[in-house]
């Protein structure tokens, strides 16, 4: 698998939807001023982050454990350690 992570100003739609991300805000404002209907547009700094994987394995693995970090976020201390889940300073 390979990782990249980049800043960028995304141009966005009304809807949020980022239809262009540029390396400087200057050129993304630009791009939202000839857009065309740009009252509700907006520029956006985010966080880019794309991984590619070689084989669908290293995906699949990937999305088990999101998932199962966000279902267990999901949960209050005293059902986690219920399911036997404690976290990392309470077993120091």
């Not at 966005?12 to 262009?20: K, L, N, R």
């Not at 700094?45 to 966000?70: C, F, G, M, P, V």
Request: aromatic content about 12%.
């Amino acid at each position: 698998m390979k990782e990249f992570k980049a800043i960028a100003y995304a141009a966005c739609s009304h809807t949020g939807e980022a239809f262009a991300y540029f390396t400087n805000k200057a050129a993304a404002e630009k791009a939202i001023r000839t857009s065309g209907v740009w009252a509700h547009d907006r520029v956006e700094r985010r966080d880019i982050h794309i991984r590619i994987y070689e084989r669908y394995e290293e995906y699949e693995q990937a999305s088990q454990t999101n998932l199962k970090e966000s279902a267990l976020a999901k949960l209050t201390k005293p059902e986690r350690e219920a399911l036997g889940f404690y976290d990392d300073d309470d077993n120091e």
